[in-house]
């Protein structure tokens, strides 16, 4: 994909935390420019890793906050909220679009989803639970929830916030003694990594976090000319819609109002009534609660209103004020916004009366795994070992203008826990006509066919979707990356009209036996589950801490025991001590449970990689492997980096041993991780101060 320009929030307004990599949509924009950033490249904590203590007023401090350096600047202060007004409270008269003022963070892309959300309140109700205040019950700490790869996960943060002067230097409500939206942007920024993961950002990734949705970038150009039609059935479908510009300077004006790389909330679309006949408008709002559009149908300079009577201007529920939403006409829309992202949302309470009529979804989590789910491209030999999910429609379209007898749908394909992995992998997904007899496609089918729809290009983002429109029918779905033999986990989604279904295609009984037994070669020469519990249990301190000497004798009783026995000779404690510190999320240079098992779960996938490439069993790799191996865990390296490989990590004869290879790639994971941390304007190079490189270096 390429990398594009991110859309930004106030010049004027507070900055956010570091973001990862910013992409647009390539797959439908080309060389134009992104809207948004994604996840910062960090492990994020999870409700299960909150870490609380009571501070000497009795109420809770939550000790896994990532503090950044924006928050360590001179005069800023952590305050609770009731040191900052008299009176606070969670929510003040109902929580509301307009309840949202940006603070020192490039945040906007965050801050109208939220605006989004606010707007509906189921969803409002999922991330931001009732029942929380600053009387009863109030301890210090607030819940919120995010969605995470198919269920939602609690967030628990304290409601300590940065301020400066007794002013909330982030997001805060016009109201001063109101403070959900606050606390709601600590929580995500909890999620991500800390508020410098928020700092510059692309909405379609927020959307995902909050609602569940799967959600598209879509170019306004290449739409249908009958746009209006096409916003309304997205909107039919319960989808939140953002939109922006990025083609002029960083949120400066294009003259009219209109704010580029700034994300803007499209939250309805209408047939006016005037004098001279209908006309095509739809709602725009600004997170930032003013600036708005000056051209036509705008509040201030729009003399077209004067053509609307007083009845239509009520149905509309038209607000004549700087508050930051306005109208325009659908080919203003066109003319000056570039790029729409639509998030299709997969939960919507069933409401009588309700005009939304939702998509069906269907979730599949999945794995490749090399050399048996892990096939590839079409275009090598392999393409056929992917996964396959067999795909029924039968229902067509309910609420389309026209008449066609045909089956829309969308598929998402998410690869999953890529932030925290540091790897990015390319993926896309094809979609054939399925075998007349059989629900899965051999090597032979394959072969004789061609996809009918398939995504544009493979691409790194972390999650590719495509929406098309096919007859009634069976097809196959598969979804797949770019290399052969590449290691990963992914959610794919299929939204359908009620009625359709996409199930795992089943592969010949003599394929399903052997991937049953090959799938998790770990297992067969890594303790389980229960037995690593107890491992750790028996090996790391009375306080449930592993350090590098406790780390050292584990993995040494872990391998003896299995088909690796003889491997941990060449465990070193060096090699223990980078493991620890690499995987560390507080610098005390030893893990809890929980950064144990993220360790864990990473020596399990490396181990499969490494028996797979361990062709001649000698629980060594030769050199000419470790390339091939290191492609399988999502690394690409050139010939330079690999020389560095031969000469620091392979033992004198020029392999690496299996202790070797978890050691390289942990390295190798983290390090790349780092540098997309700072990479906050994803140009390939990085600034990183004295400091922050001794840290670096020396610590790992």
Request: charged share 20%; with cysteine; proline share 6%.
């Amino acid at each position: 994909m390429n990398r594009l320009p991110r859309l930004s929030s106030t010049s004027s307004l507070p900055p956010l935390e570091d973001a990862a990599d910013p992409v647009c949509s390539d797959e439908l924009l080309g060389s134009q420019s992104s809207l948004w950033l994604s996840d910062l490249l960090t492990r994020r904590p999870s409700s299960s890793g909150d870490v609380f203590t009571t501070g000497p007023d009795g109420l809770f401090v939550d000790k896994c906050f990532p503090v950044g350096e924006l928050e360590l600047q001179s005069g800023i202060q952590w305050k609770r909220p009731r040191e900052l007004c008299s009176s606070p409270q969670f929510i003040v008269n109902g929580a509301t679009r307009l309840d949202i003022c940006q603070g020192k963070l490039s945040d906007c892309w965050l801050l109208s989803t939220i605006a989004s959300l606010s707007m509906n309140q189921f969803l409002l109700n999922k991330v931001v639970p009732l029942g929380q205040s600053f009387q009863n019950g109030y301890n210090g700490c607030f819940t919120f929830r995010f969605w995470q790869y198919g269920q939602w996960e609690k967030v628990m943060i304290d409601d300590l916030l940065p301020a400066k002067d007794h002013t909330l230097i982030y997001l805060s409500s016009p109201d001063r003694n109101e403070f959900w939206s606050s606390l709601l942007e600590k929580a995500y920024a909890k999620l991500k990594g800390g508020y410098r993961a928020l700092d510059m950002g692309f909405p379609h990734e927020a959307m995902v976090d909050m609602t569940g949705g799967i959600t598209e970038v879509l170019t306004i150009s290449s739409l249908s000319k009958d746009l209006p039609a096409f916003l309304t059935y997205l909107l039919s479908k319960g989808a939140l819609i953002n939109c922006a510009n990025c083609q002029g300077p960083l949120e400066q004006s294009n003259g009219l109002g209109i704010m580029f790389r700034h994300a803007y909330s499209l939250t309805a679309v209408e047939k006016v009534k005037t004098k001279h006949g209908l006309v095509a408008l739809v709602r725009i709002l600004n997170p930032w609660g003013n600036t708005e559009w000056e051209g036509p149908w705008s509040d201030k300079k729009g003399p077209e209103w004067n053509e609307v009577s007083v009845e239509e201007q009520k149905r509309l529920n038209r607000v004549n004020q700087d508050d930051g939403e306005f109208w325009m006409s659908v080919s203003d829309f066109r003319q000056n916004f570039e790029l729409m992202e639509v998030c299709h949302l997969t939960e919507y309470p069933t409401q009588s009366g309700s005009s939304v009529v939702p998509w069906s979804c269907a979730l599949h989590h999945g794995n490749w795994v090399p050399s048996i789910t892990a096939g590839g491209s079409p275009q090598g030999g392999f393409f056929w070992q992917n996964p396959q999910f067999y795909f029924i429609l039968s229902e067509v379209d309910s609420g389309r203008a026209d008449s066609q007898k045909t089956c829309s749908f969308v598929l998402a394909l998410m690869q999953k826990h890529q932030r925290r992995r540091g790897i990015t992998l390319s993926i896309a997904l094809h979609i054939y006509p399925a075998h007349p007899k059989n629900t899965y496609l051999s090597p032979e089918d394959l072969s004789a066919v061609r996809p009918l729809l398939y995504s544009p290009q493979y691409s790194s983002r972390r999650e590719v979707v495509l929406r098309g429109s096919l007859s009634p029918g069976s097809y196959v779905i598969i979804p797949s990356t770019i290399e052969p033999n590449q290691e990963g986990s992914f959610l794919l989604r299929v939204l359908t009209e009620h009625g359709n279904v996409a199930t795992p295609a089943k592969k010949p009984p003599q394929d399903a036996s052997a991937i049953k037994e090959l799938s998790y070669p770990h297992q067969t020469v890594l303790p389980s589950s229960a037995s690593i519990r107890q491992l750790f249990e028996k090996h790391c301190s009375s306080k449930g801490f592993c350090k590098p000497v406790h780390l050292h004798h584990l993995l040494t009783e872990a391998i003896k025991g299995g088909a690796l026995a003889g491997s941990e000779k060449n465990l070193a404690l060096e090699h223990c001590k980078s493991l620890v510190v690499l995987m560390d999320s507080q610098d005390i240079a030893q893990l809890n449970w929980l950064e144990f098992q993220n360790l864990w779960d990473k020596i399990k996938r490396w181990t499969d990689i490494f028996l797979v490439f361990d062709k001649n069993n000698t629980h060594q790799l030769e050199y000419k492997e470790v390339g091939p191996a290191l492609g399988a865990a999502g690394i690409m390296v050139d010939d330079l980096v690999m020389q560095l490989v031969g000469l620091r990590y392979t033992e004198p004869d020029m392999t690496i041993s299996y202790p070797g290879f978890l050691y390289l790639l942990m390295k190798l994971e983290t390090m790349i991780s780092r540098f997309h941390a700072y990479n906050v304007v994803g140009m390939g190079t990085i600034t990183v101060s004295y400091r922050q490189w001794l840290q670096m270096t020396m610590y790992n």
